[in-house]
């Protein structure tokens, strides 16, 4: 192992170990303070939004994210999307607005995110149920009700970035059927010199386990988040077309990278043998 290599697991391992020993303490902390105010729902309500954050600041502080900011950000209630380029912008999203957010089913079955996400009430999708969507649409709405801030990744899943996918429009039902507008963010990360580009470290979007991407991210010493806010929110009367809307915002607000993140392969041509 060279020097670099082993100085990026000694740190990545150090990470690791602070946000294990993190995450156990916010769960317990999540326990006795659940049983506390238990049957209060609105004080339950309120910890769950300071313990989520507390997270998320924490875990930009360890990993070295270092966020900016564009705009001005809603306030809850409010109904929030935006590009999805990593696992990351649920947390910078969170650090900066306190919201909720609609994650893809399997998530709740992570090491260490899984149980966090569970115990705080994320709501989860399998997005190819159709009566699954029905529910997790009917808790998008419950959430807007209460008076939390919600954010939905409407391209569906981790994109590569070279340009923000089509938008899927189920999930954006309940703002329809609510008649609340919509706000729009744009997520951008950059890498530190030295470093490889953020499409191939941040993004997630190789066929490779979640733990593994984590782990070689956290052995670098961190990245640069932009997030920019568009000035209004967007209301509609149809999903789909409030989808198309919408994507043509946040489509206009993103600036791909200027290479692409996908390894360009170089095949060898071979000498032929008659």
């Known amino acids: 192992?060279?020097?670099?290599?082993?100085?990026?697991?000694?740190?990545?391992?150090?990470?690791?170990?602070?946000?294990?020993?993190?995450?156990?303490?916010?769960l317990a902390v999540r326990w006795v303070l659940s049983a506390l105010v238990l049957r209060r729902e609105q004080l339950d309500r309120t910890l769950?939004?300071?313990l989520l954050r507390a997270w998320a600041r924490f875990f930009a502080r360890v990993a070295g994210?270092?966020?900016?900011?564009?705009?001005?950000?809603?306030?809850?209630?409010?109904?929030?999307?935006?590009?999805?380029?990593?696992?990351?912008?649920?947390?910078?999203l969170n650090l900066l607005t306190g919201c909720l957010f609609v994650s893809r089913g399997d998530v709740k079955d992570w090491p260490v995110i899984g149980p966090i996400a569970r115990s705080?009430?994320?709501?989860?999708?399998d997005r190819l149920n159709i009566r699954d969507t029905h529910r997790a649409n009917q808790e998008i709405a419950d959430t807007l009700r209460k008076g939390d801030g919600i954010v939905v990744f409407p391209e569906?899943?981790?994109?590569?970035?070279?340009a923000v996918a089509p938008f899927k429009s189920?999930?954006?039902?309940?703002?329809v059927v609510l008649g609340v507008p919509?706000?729009?963010?744009?997520?951008?990360?950059?890498?530190?010199?030295?470093?490889?580009?953020?499409?191939?470290l941040v993004s997630w979007w190789r066929p490779e386990p979640f733990l593994y991407h984590?782990?070689?991210?956290?052995?670098?010493?961190?990245?640069?988040?932009?997030?920019?806010?568009?000035?209004?929110?967007?209301s509609g009367g149809d999903r789909k077309d409030l989808a198309f809307r919408l994507h043509t915002v946040i489509a206009g607000m993103y600036t791909s990278p200027v290479t692409s993140p996908v390894p360009t392969i170089t095949r060898v041509p071979t000498a032929r043998t008659e």
């Not at 569906?156 to 070279?162: E, K, M, P």
């Not at 991210?217 to 568009?230: D, H, K, Q, S, T």
Request: proline residues 8%; charged residues 15%.
């Open 1 to 26: 192992m060279g020097t670099s290599a082993g100085i990026r697991f000694l740190r990545a391992s150090t990470r690791s170990l602070l946000l294990i020993v993190a995450a156990l303490l916010l």
């Open 48 to 50: 769950r939004r300071v």
């Open 65 to 92: 994210i270092r966020v900016e900011v564009q705009g001005t950000l809603p306030k809850p209630p409010f109904f929030l999307v935006a590009n999805h380029l990593s696992y990351l912008d649920m947390l910078v």
């Open 120 to 125: 705080l009430h994320i709501v989860f999708v």
């Open 156 to 162: 569906g899943r981790i994109s590569v970035g070279l």
């Open 170 to 175: 189920s999930l954006i039902e309940p703002a």
């Open 182 to 200: 919509v706000h729009c963010a744009v997520l951008t990360y950059r890498t530190r010199p030295g470093m490889p580009p953020a499409g191939q």
């Open 214 to 234: 984590l782990f070689r991210l956290l052995g670098y010493p961190g990245v640069n988040v932009m997030v920019r806010f568009a000035e209004e929110p967007i």
